[in-house]
């Protein structure tokens, strides 16, 4: 059975950083595109990040380069997030996602609040 | 940056009836396009790729068709659990910079 489950969301200041992450089992790892999507209160998805199977490439949507980098280690089967200058607009629910253009398998997601 | 716009927003649909959705992409994205449904609380679920393949799993009821610009997912007969918001995606451009529909909601009447 496919899992992807997320960690490390919380609570943070705007300005501060905060660093995710994403276990992955089920699945060869490292044989996928893995990507962030999130979505904010409310609202609808957004895709934030892509890397590709050796970590080589990595793409970001424009609100977030410069912020945010994605990484992986396929050695422990796992995705990250670190973001960093955090803005309010960035709280949503961060899932990540195996990608093979469309998304194929998500986790739960892990809740960003971004709030003083 | 593919723009995707679907509509309605809102779609109010008895049980048992068929829903027709709509995505439009700004530019083609071939057939490179993707449906996903989700339900409060839950992360979203892959329906259909390749503007008309469907997932594993997903029911025969669902059916995606077109290409290009202009794509239509189709319920034909809607069961309780099929009231969720659904969302279109384009993975056609590279480099791959995926971009998402706003999402319409498919609601009891």
């Known amino acids: 059975e496919v899992q992807l489950v997320e960690s490390g969301g919380g609570l943070v200041q705007p300005g501060g950083s905060l660093r995710l992450s994403c276990a992955a089992s089920?699945?060869?790892?490292?044989?996928?595109?893995m990507s962030w999507v999130r979505q904010a209160p409310g609202k609808g998805l957004e895709w934030v990040a892509n890397?590709?199977?050796?970590?080589?490439?990595?793409y970001y949507v424009d609100s977030v380069k410069g912020r945010f980098t994605i990484s992986r280690d396929n050695a422990k089967n796992s995705l990250y997030l670190q973001m960093n200058s955090l803005r309010a607009e960035d709280t949503a629910v961060y899932y990540c996602?195996?990608?093979?253009?469309?998304?194929?398998?998500w986790g739960q997601g892990t809740l960003v609040t971004v709030s003083s | 940056e593919i723009v995707m716009t679907q509509s309605p927003a809102t779609l109010s649909v008895s049980p048992g009836e068929r829903a027709t959705l709509s995505c439009r992409a700004s530019?083609?994205?071939?057939?490179?396009l993707a449906w996903y449904q989700q339900k409060p609380g839950q992360a979203p679920r892959l329906l259909i790729y390749?503007?008309?393949t469907r997932a594993t799993g997903i029911p025969a009821r669902f059916s995606g068709s077109g290409s290009g610009t202009e794509f239509t997912l189709t319920i034909s007969s809607l069961q309780s659990e099929d009231f969720a918001v659904y969302y279109c995606?384009?993975?056609?451009?590279?480099?791959?910079?995926?971009?998402f529909g706003q999402g319409t909601k498919v609601e009891i009447k």
């Open positions: 530019q083609s994205v071939s057939s490179n």
């Open positions: 390749g503007a008309s």
């Open positions: 890397i590709k199977q050796d970590g080589s490439e990595k």
């Open positions: 089920g699945f060869t790892f490292s044989s996928y595109w």
């Open positions: 995606q384009q993975y056609n451009n590279w480099p791959p910079l995926w971009t």
């Open positions: 996602a195996s990608a093979s253009g469309y998304f194929d398998y």
